[in-house]
């Protein structure tokens, strides 16, 4: 099971992402990567404004690899992307070790 949080503070962008994965950040509750993709494809050409501008940064139909350029334009309309993070961390309890010398 996954926590979903939407990050918010110290969001960096670092390098190309593929767009299936960029994708599932910002859909994650579709059922995988193919749909989040379909999904954002639709959106962004839903949207005259952001189908432009990522138009201008060199998106199309076929682009796989999402640049900088293209996540800053997402982010500017969208917000930053959900994180999921995995809820079943084992941690080790503070008190666990106490009574041992």
Same mark, same amino acid.
């Not at 979903?4 to 593929?18: A, D, K, L, S, W």
């Not at 138009?55 to 959900?82: N, R």
């Given at each position: ?18 767009? +299936? ?10 059922? &995988? $990567?193919?749909? =989040? !993709? ?28 999402? +640049? ?10 969208? &917000? $930053?992307?959900? =994180? !999921? ?17």
């Amino acid at each position: 099971m996954k926590m979903i949080e939407v990050v918010t503070e110290n969001y960096n962008i670092n390098g190309f992402r593929h767009l +299936s994965e960029l994708a599932m950040d910002y859909f994650p509750e579709l059922s &995988g $990567p193919s749909a =989040a !993709s379909k999904k954002m494809r639709a959106c962004i050409k839903a949207n005259i404004a952001l189908n432009e501008q990522m138009a201008m940064a060199g998106f199309t139909d076929k682009t796989i690899d999402v +640049s900088p350029e293209m996540q800053i334009i997402l982010y500017c309309h969208w &917000g $930053p992307p959900k =994180a !999921s993070l995995p809820i079943d961390i084992k941690r080790t309890d503070e008190n666990e070790n106490k009574n041992q010398k």
